[in-house]
């Protein structure tokens, strides 16, 4: 059944990618069995990061008759299979998890394409040139010194290997991976009820805390907000909460929806002892491949939700439990593949939510 275009309502800033994945790369041009052959290539040799692959079968070998979706636990992988109609917006979903997603562009199309210059797919290929839209390279298969002339005139300065050299071939693919910006976000949005006075405002290092944080992010990432419930009359960078009454993980939402292809290094504005030694640490251990890096808190057992790098795959997922009725940051961490960082000295985790606390932050401090 096709759809009428559908009117956007609410502008807001799209995703990077295409329909699988925000670094999808299609290579289409010969057969199938070397179009994978070089897909597993490349996907070994750029572990650990995780590469996924999309393609189809030419015939139906079975279907499945009774259930809609069967999950199989073979020990080494979970096997899926849907019986119901995929749409183009759920295959995101399907490979959110993967770093690269290599597709099969004999079947499908993708947002960045290599092009194998094969004699047995030259006339296939000249039926898909509306499939080339960004082309990375050119790939000549054996006995082939140059690109189809169907090609010349319309593709000048892109680079061209030879399929031997794998080498060259990989190198390029690497070039292609977009790296998620990281920008800063001091979750400030409380009402601060039990110190009885705005945490962002006092001065343990000589400056309100808000500002003292935002300095402290800002040597790291490109560029910081301060997170608040609701704009303020202030001259610092703000982002006010999109995401009513869910706390910090509405500002770790809110900060998603303004930038969903950044990875977010988020800070409570309450741990005065947090200094730049300890996010220099949290930001050499990150592991862009999961969907966080973050402290393990001895204290509580737990990984700690609010010194931590999200990843851009850590939006849908948070939307994805705040669909459950979950809206705590420390359950999506608990329940998801994160990196996981221990500290020779935990203290630094420490916050201060009362005057008591507030006092003795002050005292440890001075020692300091």
Same mark, same amino acid.
């Given at each position: 059944?096709?759809?009428?275009?559908?009117?956007?309502?609410?502008?807001?800033?799209?995703?990077?990618?295409?329909?699988?994945?925000?670094?999808?790369?299609?290579?289409?041009?010969?057969?199938?069995?070397?179009?994978?052959?070089?897909?597993?290539?490349?996907?070994?040799?750029?572990?650990?990061?995780?590469?996924?692959?999309?393609?189809?079968?030419?015939?139906?070998?079975?279907?499945?008759?009774?259930?809609?979706?069967?999950?199989?636990?073979?020990?080494?992988?979970?096997?899926?299979?849907?019986?119901?109609?995929?749409?183009?917006?759920?295959?995101?979903?399907?490979?959110?998890?993967?770093?690269?997603?290599?597709?099969?562009?004999?079947?499908?199309?993708?947002?960045?394409?290599?092009?194998?210059?094969?004699?047995?797919?030259?006339?296939?290929?000249?039926?898909?040139?509306?499939?080339?839209?960004?082309?990375?390279?050119?790939?000549?298969?054996?006995?082939?010194?140059?690109?189809?002339?169907?090609?010349?005139?319309?593709?000048?300065?892109?680079?061209?290997?030879?399929?031997?050299?794998?080498?060259?071939?990989?190198?390029?693919?690497?070039?292609? /991976?977009?790296?998620?910006? +990281? !920008?800063? =976000? *001091?979750?400030?949005?409380?009402? @601060?009820?039990?110190?009885?006075?705005?945490?962002?405002k006092i001065a343990y290092h000589g400056k309100p805390?808000?500002?003292?944080?935002?300095?402290?992010?800002?040597?790291?990432?490109?560029?910081?907000?301060?997170?608040?419930?609701?704009?303020?009359?202030?001259?610092?960078?703000?982002?006010?909460?999109?995401?009513?009454?869910?706390?910090?993980?509405?500002?770790?939402?809110?900060?998603?929806?303004?930038?969903?292809?950044?990875?977010?290094?988020?800070?409570?504005?309450?741990?005065?002892? /947090?200094?730049?030694?300890? +996010? !220099?640490? =949290? *930001?050499?251990?990150?592991?862009? @491949?999961?969907?966080?890096?973050?402290?393990?808190?001895?204290?509580?057992?737990?990984?700690?939700?609010?010194?931590?790098?999200?990843?851009?795959?850590?939006?849908?997922?948070?939307?994805?439990?705040?669909?459950?009725?979950?809206?705590?940051?420390?359950?999506?961490?608990?329940?998801?593949?994160?990196?996981?960082?221990?500290?020779?000295?935990?203290?630094?985790?420490?916050?201060?939510?009362?005057?008591?606390?507030?006092?003795?932050?002050?005292?440890?401090?001075?020692?300091?």
């Open positions: 059944m096709t759809l009428k275009a559908h009117n956007k309502h609410a502008k807001l800033q799209k995703v990077d990618g295409g329909s699988f994945h925000r670094n999808e790369i299609a290579i289409l041009g010969a057969p199938c069995s070397i179009v994978n052959k070089l897909a597993k290539d490349i996907a070994a040799a750029l572990r650990p990061l995780s590469v996924a692959f999309a393609d189809a079968a030419h015939q139906s070998k079975e279907e499945i008759d009774t259930f809609s979706l069967e999950i199989t636990d073979n020990i080494s992988h979970y096997a899926h299979r849907f019986k119901s109609e995929h749409y183009e917006y759920d295959r995101r979903a399907l490979f959110e998890l993967a770093d690269l997603v290599l597709v099969n562009g004999n079947h499908f199309k993708a947002e960045k394409q290599w092009v194998i210059i094969n004699e047995k797919k030259k006339e296939s290929l000249q039926r898909k040139l509306d499939r080339l839209t960004n082309v990375i390279g050119f790939i000549l298969d054996n006995g082939h010194d140059d690109i189809h002339d169907y090609l010349k005139e319309s593709f000048i300065d892109i680079p061209v290997f030879s399929l031997d050299n794998f080498e060259g071939i990989l190198m390029h693919t690497q070039k292609q /991976l977009r790296k998620p910006a +990281l !920008k800063g =976000l *001091v979750l400030a949005g409380g009402k @601060s009820m039990r110190m009885g006075e705005d945490k962002g805390q808000r500002e003292y944080m935002l300095e402290l992010l800002d040597t790291f990432c490109e560029e910081s907000f301060l997170s608040v419930a609701r704009q303020q009359e202030l001259s610092l960078p703000q982002l006010a909460d999109r995401f009513d009454g869910l706390g910090p993980y509405g500002g770790i939402l809110s900060a998603f929806q303004h930038d969903p292809n950044a990875s977010w290094l988020t800070v409570a504005t309450d741990i005065p002892l /947090l200094d730049e030694s300890t +996010l !220099k640490l =949290l *930001v050499e251990k990150r592991n862009s @491949s999961k969907v966080a890096t973050c402290f393990y808190n001895p204290e509580t057992d737990f990984p700690e939700p609010l010194i931590t790098i999200w990843e851009p795959r850590a939006y849908a997922r948070m939307l994805y439990f705040l669909s459950l009725g979950y809206s705590c940051p420390r359950k999506v961490l608990i329940n998801s593949d994160i990196e996981l960082i221990k500290l020779s000295d935990a203290g630094v985790l420490d916050n201060a939510n009362t005057p008591e606390e507030k006092k003795a932050m002050m005292s440890r401090l001075k020692r300091d």
